[in-house]
């Protein structure tokens, strides 16, 4: 037991050593601030700093890729979606069909919890708790993934939150079978 939580302490001691630019000086209140932080790790979409408007919608392609970017599949910087990266999100069981990814319609909260949920790996964890959408949003929430984050008035979320949560993907531990 003492081996056990002396790994712990040396775990979380050491990630503080290895992370601390990214983890412990970053505003999680203001997305803009993460997507730098993103740029730089190849996982956000590339924008110039006068394109990006963080009031602005997220296309479901913008967030794919981005989820993409975290499990280091070369995503590419443009926007949009190519039809490989939609087959390989496919394969890695992020999206269910490649062939109808309605890739310019905005994102909605569950969809993203969705895509998030099983790139993590929490896929069959999230349909023994009910499936799409309950079960999804059930494993996001005790992930962490959306904590003060909300959906217009439609259930779809900005680019701005949608950073967030991208972030805290990023964060987040994998299942572990």
Known sequence: ????????ILSVLTALCVYPPVFAQTDLSNGENIT??????????SY???????????YRSE????????LSENTGGEIGISKEQAKL????????????????RPIKLEEAAKISVNAL???EL?????????GHLYVANSLSLFNGITAD?????????????????????PFEP
């Open 1 to 8: 037991m003492r081996r056990k939580i002396l790994c712990l």
């Open 121 to 123: 790996g929490y896929k």
């Open 36 to 45: 730098d932080i993103l740029k730089d790790l190849n996982v956000w979409v």
């Open 48 to 58: 110039n700093t006068d394109e990006f408007r963080s009031d602005r919608l997220m």
């Open 153 to 173: 008035k439609d259930g779809y979320l900005t680019r701005d939150d949608a950073a967030v949560v991208i972030y805290r993907t990023l964060g987040a531990a």
């Open 89 to 104: 999100a496919e394969n890695l069981s992020i999206i269910a069909d490649a062939e109808n990814i309605e890739a310019q």
């Open 126 to 134: 999230a349909e023994n708790r009910g499936g799409y959408p309950y």
């Open 63 to 70: 967030y794919i890729k981005s989820i993409l970017g975290i």
